[in-house]
């Protein structure tokens, strides 16, 4: 009975502790060595990668995150033939914005192979390392020290180890096992560890002082705001020329032509219903060829598509200013305006179909928009399937609400020049996209051209622009004489402005909320702009007597300098205002970089009785702080600590909702002063 229920137990252990201490272990790597000649044999390194995680190749360049690489011990009986091969589940090798330089990746595995050569027995080590990370988080390198029992004249021999540092085994015959029992022999051995984990969590810095900042889960939006920007284009396309005339047309048309009002009421409502269903098929493309999401994110990331897209942005706005007008050819929509003469339901439908192609020439643009942004999102198919859908809805909504209650388009204002200068005001809006799409190719193309300030000052062109058309100071080709500012008109003016003053505000290095992962990075500037927040830099101590001397609470950030989260942090959450007061006078921040490799001088050097690794470099030093004490291994991780290094609240991850951090930050605030009136009481 033991031997079937101390697995268990010890599983259901297992389980519990790492629920709770959020070590993460999403590489796994199993290495072996092939014999496949007299005296040469080929080391094989095969890691294993969960699902939504990937690492890094070999062959990437400085200054960006940590490739895995192989350093072998020299060795005179050992000669090393040709480089490390490397191939793996699925490769991706694209361009990294936020580190601008060329990244490859792999997801699933990674196998790595090494030819070598031995002159006599001999046992070949070395170091492997690398880096996991996925779309939210990198975590720090890791470091694994390989050996191999090479034979001059082996016969077959096939030796495997795995990345808990043990021999499996060594056998002359194919080794066979099951993958189940190597991962309890792999837990076993790191389990002195995950127990010395989950004491030291709490030994020096303790329980949390208040539970105020439990919450912090991060959800992602991007599905909604793809469904409300859908609904929204379609609200936009509804009041453009090519629409908005046909609405009273159409929906009178089938209540007058019915022998009945319920019927009448049906062929609209099926009207209604066959647009949505129009711009859904429009999206099913997407969803039956396998397009990969490398695939759409070059869409984002690809200098010829964002060049592409530059281009076609700039012919849709001087479309929409009324130069020339973009339509489908004609045979297209004399077949479907044929097919609609059939009667029932089939002719309703090309009825629909009908308006979707000769209104493309004001709704092309806005799908367009809509097209590009869900692609470029990481759940692209899905959510170009749910905008489409929803915009869909939004063009089709009134044609419906107007059958059902025939009395409203009374009030419907009628048709007229506002309706051309709508498209107006919609040109110019895809110009400031257009924009857009030439920052994102110039970034990947390192032209230069587009520096931040260039990129807010051509807005600011934008702006002034669409205020002296609003005003009447400027005129396009199809414009009706202005005889009065009307309210909406001066309402958009005085938006228009607003927009052109804020733009013009962010030139000389102010931050621009509402335009958040528009422009260009601050680091991507002229001027050479210093952030509002300057962090002491892996100095623990340093920083503990700081807080200490101006008794302020302390806030730890685990970061990391190939860490993409962490940059989204500093660039969007750290400058909002209200983040900015309490970090910069209620707190004393240090910033730990758990992949910093400068090496430690030689006397502060040790191996570490928490994981078994020797503690080389800086990094190695804050990433076991990070994991002894606080139980996790990712970044960006916030801890906010007392003088006297008593935990104040929960530890926090990322959290891009500012007023979300806003409030884990007054949570340790709210904890210290409790602390601070404790110690006054007991003195």
Known sequence: ???????????????????????????????????????????????????????????????????????????????????????????HDEHDLVFDMQLKYFEEALICEQKVKVKGDTKLKGVLEFMACDDHQCLPPDALDFEFDLKQAGKGIKIEWDSSRSQ??????????????????????????????????????????????????????????????????????????????????????????????????????????????????????????????????????????????????????FSFFGFYEIQLPSFIANKADSASNVGGLVGIFFMALTLAIVSFSCTGPIIGSLLVGALSSSSGKLNLVAGMTSFGFALALPFGLFALFPGMMKSLPKSGGWLNSV?????????????????????????????????????????????????????????????????????????????????????????????????????????????????????????????????????????????????KMEENVWPDLEVVKRLSEKYVIVSLFVDDKEKLPDSLQYVSNFSGKKIKTIGNKFSEMQAKYFGANTQPYYVLISPDEKLLTNPRGYTPDVQDYVSFLDCGLSAYEETVKQTSLLR
């Open 1 to 91: 009975m033991k031997k079937v229920f101390a697995p268990l137990l010890f599983f259901v252990f297992l389980l519990s502790f790492v629920a709770s201490a959020q070590i993460l272990n999403p590489v796994k790597w199993v290495w072996k060595a092939e014999q496949v000649g007299k005296g040469e044999y080929k080391l094989i390194f095969t890691a294993k990668i969960d699902a939504k995680w990937h690492t890094y190749s070999q062959y990437i360049g400085e200054g960006g995150p940590v490739k895995t690489s192989f350093t072998f011990e020299k060795n005179s009986a050992v000669e090393l033939i040709g480089k490390t091969t490397e191939r793996g589940g699925k490769v």
């Open 168 to 317: 499996i085994n060594s056998t002359p015959e194919k080794l066979k096992f099951d993958s189940a029992v190597q991962a309890v022999i792999q837990q076993e051995i790191k389990n002195d560890s995950l127990q010395t984990a989950a004491v030291s969590a709490g030994n020096k810095y303790g329980e949390p002082q208040s539970n105020c900042g439990t919450s912090g889960k991060t959800e992602d939006k991007s599905l909604f705001a793809i469904i409300v920007l859908g609904f929204l284009g379609g609200l936009v396309a509804l009041i453009t020329p090519c629409v908005f005339p046909m609405i009273p047309l159409t929906v009178s048309f089938f209540t007058k032509r019915s022998e009945s009002k319920t019927k009448g009421k049906f062929e609209a409502f099926f009207y209604a219903f066959s647009i949505v269903f129009i711009y859904f098929l429009l999206a099913v493309p997407f969803l039956l060829f396998d397009i990969s999401p490398d695939t759409l994110n070059e869409i984002s990331t690809g200098a010829p598509l964002n060049v592409f897209f530059f281009a076609i942005f700039v012919i849709f706005a």
């Open 423 to 567: 498209k107006v005001v919609l040109g110019f809006v895809e110009l400031i996209f257009a924009i857009k799409f030439l920052s994102n190719a110039d970034l990947v193309a390192h032209w230069g051209i587009l520096k931040r300030e260039v990129f807010l000052g051509l807005w600011v062109l934008c702006g002034v622009g669409l205020f002296a058309y609003l005003i009447g100071k400027l005129k396009f080709p199809h414009d009706s004489p202005l005889q009065k500012l009307a309210p909406l008109r001066i309402f958009s003016a005085l938006l228009a402005i607003l927009f052109t003053v804020y733009t013009a505000y962010g030139i000389p290095g102010n931050d621009l909320h509402f335009f958040s992962g528009f422009p260009p990075p601050k680091f991507y500037s002229i001027l050479k702009i210093k952030s509002a927040i300057e962090p002491i830099k892996n100095d623990y101590e340093t920083a503990l007597a700081k807080a200490k001397a101006e008794g302020k609470p302390l806030m730890i950030d685990f970061t990391g300098l190939a860490c993409v989260n962490c940059r």
